[in-house]
């Protein structure tokens, strides 16, 4: 409590400091103006990172079951599907850890180590998403060594407004129904925002009526994928202050989700599901399932002092996360659950993680310099617990200062230059099996109850850099960006020691770990010209020393239940590849695009010398076409899309990694501004997989178990925007 009273009284004194620097003059109201024009291109031109500005009309138009599902389909961006409503983001091939998810200018903490861990984000509440493709640790810190997805609310409301939104959402597959409300008001000063979502779904369905699961035949009924239903509810609420010097905003939010996962593939034999019970019903969420409930308090401060802008950013999260499955004995443990241990039946695994976070960053100029310093500071107490181990609980504190510069040449050539300095200290709490183990000790058997994880203290430290240009001719750009990032090791990757259920794996940590080291050069060309349009970015990345789950010939018979023994391990990595983007109008109302990707990794050193990285995505192309007639009495922006996206097939593996066919995949997207009695509504309608295709997935959580993707989908989406009061000119 005492930490949140610090944070109010700091709030004040920001508050205190722009009244007495606030000169006294006579008020004029004047009508706000709000330059929304060539923002994103200018804010692109400018950067020397590879950066996508996405706003919400793109979201809306390419709904998936997930903000990062959305944003699948431009190029370099994939994720880790886990089911039809979860998924973590991969940029250019790297996820978990090593991309950091920003909210409200706060970095999203959650369970980010684990694949089956979705993103707690509410992507009705998204109105803008900043994509950064390469290093971004001088500004991000820690995690951020692959890129960065920053999402941002909707812009401050016009003064003395009120008005809101509803959007409604239905899909065909998983039979989803939702939708999310939203209602806004603010004076000249002062604004406050509200919205609720929910959305409910049943299990999801595939083109196929039986997979196999390590050579055992699983029979779906109808179709569905068992115990994949879920459902998901967001609390959002946000206001504060607006004045001419001094800005404060509060966002607050609440983001809660249940979902089942797929029966017959979370640890237990096959054989062994219910399927009677299971089949009764595809809205039921049985176990296995998970509950994750992600609780935010963000404070954001502007405020604006002779030549400087400086920025705080406070923020409190609460990530707590229950894993639910019936209790299955293995190794030592009892073949009974004992009535006399204090954890439920049933929850085999609970994480709880508080964060406390703080940004200060000072913007400023000195003639051609445009100076950003700052400090970025978080502090992280994790508990476990459940009657299954995996990870330890531990405490994790990091700090660092940094100092970026821009300098402007002429009209035409920007230069970058940044450092920054990172610590981190990381404490792992000891772990000791609730149960005893038969062990050999001086020639005698006997039974005790073993430590799994030791305590464990780590410091890490590390200076990282950046450096780039911009050139913007009239038609031809460029932006060449090298640097330095690095990673502390995780947890999970010093000090595990237990079953992981969903990869059928056993998974050790190594508490020696060095921080990984990363180097990376990004190169963006681009021409713009009347009718057409390219864009094209190479990079190349090398790791001395990148963390990896290495597979081992052994299997653990006493706590891992015969699985394959993981263990973590570093070794040299080399990357490199890109992205392309070309756009050209046929006519003025029909225009085709051409994106594509393509990675290539490879392992240098190590027991997998000579091997690619897990959940490296193959090599892609998109086509597209899309028209756009023209604007009638009642229908305003109508547009028809067809997507034909080719994949090529993965056959550079790591084991226990599965070669990947390629496959071919047509989607659908249409809409339209419809005018009814002066009230507008925005339609949004997709049919993705429209040909039903069967397919594998490389990136996705089931592709061990030979799960396809989910099958033809039609999401229909509408949207109600209102206003109740509006200041006329």
């Known amino acids: 409590m005492l930490k949140k009273y610090y944070i109010l009284l700091l709030w004040l004194l920001i508050v205190a400091i722009a009244d007495a620097q606030s000169p006294v003059q006579k008020e004029h109201v004047l009508k706000e103006v709000v330059a929304q024009a060539n923002r994103t291109e200018i804010r692109k031109s400018e950067e020397s990172l590879n950066i996508e500005i996405i706003k919400a009309d793109y979201i809306r138009q390419h709904l998936g079951g997930s903000l990062m599902k959305s944003l699948e389909r431009l190029p370099g961006i994939k994720t880790i599907g886990i ?18 998810v920003v909210e409200n200018g706060i970095k999203h903490e959650g369970q980010q180590w684990g694949a089956d861990h979705g993103l707690e984000l509410d992507q009705f509440a998204t109105y803008q998403v900043e994509l950064i493709k390469g290093t971004a640790s001088f500004m991000y810190g820690s995690d951020a060594i692959a890129g960065v997805i920053n999402t941002n609310p909707a812009p401050l409301p016009s003064i003395n407004t009120i008005g809101g939104s509803v959007d ?65 509810s967001g609390l959002h609420l946000s206001g504060g202050y607006i004045g001419n010097q001094f800005k404060s905003l509060f966002y607050i939010s609440n983001v809660f989700n249940k979902s089942g996962f797929f029966a017959n593939a979370h640890g237990l034999e096959p054989r062994r599901v219910n399927t009677t019970l299971h089949d009764k019903s595809n809205r039921d969420i049985l176990q296995p399932s998970q509950e994750v409930n992600h609780f935010k308090i963000i404070n ?5 002092l002779n030549h400087h802008r400086i920025e705080i950013d406070l923020g409190y999260q609460k990530n707590f996360r229950q894993e639910y ?20 039946v049933n929850l085999e695994r609970e994480f709880n993680k508080q964060v406390y976070s703080v940004n200060l960053r000072d913007y400023f100029q000195v003639g051609l310099h445009a100076f950003t310093a700052g400090i970025n500071s978080e502090y992280q107490d994790n508990n476990i617990g459940g009657w299954s181990f995996l990870v330890p609980g531990f405490r994790q504190y990091n700090t660092g200062i940094f100092l970026y510069d821009k300098i402007t040449i002429n009209n035409s050539f920007l230069l970058h230059a940044a450092m920054r300095y990172d610590y981190g200290m990381l404490k792992m709490q000891e772990y000791i099996d609730w149960f005893p183990s038969t062990i050999d000790q001086n020639n005698e058997t006997i039974s005790q109850k073993l430590t799994r994880a030791e305590n464990l203290q780590r410091t890490f430290q590390s200076w990282v850099w950046s450096a780039g240009l911009n050139y913007n001719a009239d038609k031809f750009n460029t932006k060449l960006n090298i640097g330095k990032s690095f990673r502390m090791p995780i947890a999970k990757e010093l000090s595990a020691n237990g079953v992981n259920y969903h990869y059928f794996s056993y998974e050790k940590g190594d508490p020696t770990l060095a921080p990984e080291q990363s180097y990376q050069v990004d190169l963006s060309m681009g021409w713009n010209a009347s009718k057409w349009s390219v864009l094209v970015s190479p990079f190349y990345n090398y790791f001395p020393n990148y963390i990896y789950l290495n597979p081992t010939p052994y299997h653990d018979y006493d706590y891992g239940a015969g699985n394959q023994v993981f263990q973590y391990a570093q070794s040299k990595v080399l990357r490199y590849g ?32 000579g091997y690619t990285l897990p959940f490296s995505p193959p090599q892609s192309i998109l086509l597209n076409l899309t028209w756009s007639p023209a604007s009638g009495k009642y229908f305003s922006k109508p547009y028809f899309s067809l997507d034909y996206r080719i994949t090529g097939s993965q056959n550079n593996i790591v084991p226990p990694e599965k070669k990947t066919p390629g496959y071919q995949v047509f989607n659908f997207q249409a809409g339209s501004n419809i005018s009814l009695n002066k009230q507008e509504v925005q339609l949004s309608m997709q049919v993705q997989n429209i040909l039903n295709t069967r397919y594998l997935n490389h990136t996705s959580f089931y592709r061990l178990i030979e799960l396809p993707e989910q099958g033809r989908n039609i999401v229909l989406s509408l949207r109600f925007p209102f206003k109740i009061k509006e200041e006329k000119n």
């Open 325 to 344: 499955n019936q209790y299955v004995n293995h190794g030592y443990m009892p073949p009974i659950y004992p009535d006399t241990l204090n954890i439920p």
């Open 300 to 304: 954001r401060n502007t405020l604006e």
């Open 578 to 609: 890109g992205e392309i983007q070309a756009k050209y109008k046929v006519i003025k109302s029909l225009t085709t695009e051409v994106s594509g990707e393509y990675l290539y990794a490879k392992q240098l050193s190590g027991n997998k010398k």
């Open 83 to 100: 089911g039809s409503g979860q998924s973590k983001p991969l940029i250019r091939g790297l996820g978990f850890n090593r991309v950091v």
């Open 168 to 232: 409604l959402v239905g899909k065909s597959n998983n039979n989803l129904y939702g939708g999310s409300a939203n209602l806004y008001a603010r004076s000249r000063k002062w604004m406050i925002n509200g919205r609720i979502t929910f959305q409910e779904y049943a299990d999801y369905r595939v083109p196929t009526d039986t997979v196999h699961i390590y050579n055992y035949a699983v029979g779906l009924h109808k179709n569905f994928l068992r115990n994949t239903a879920g459902r998901e």
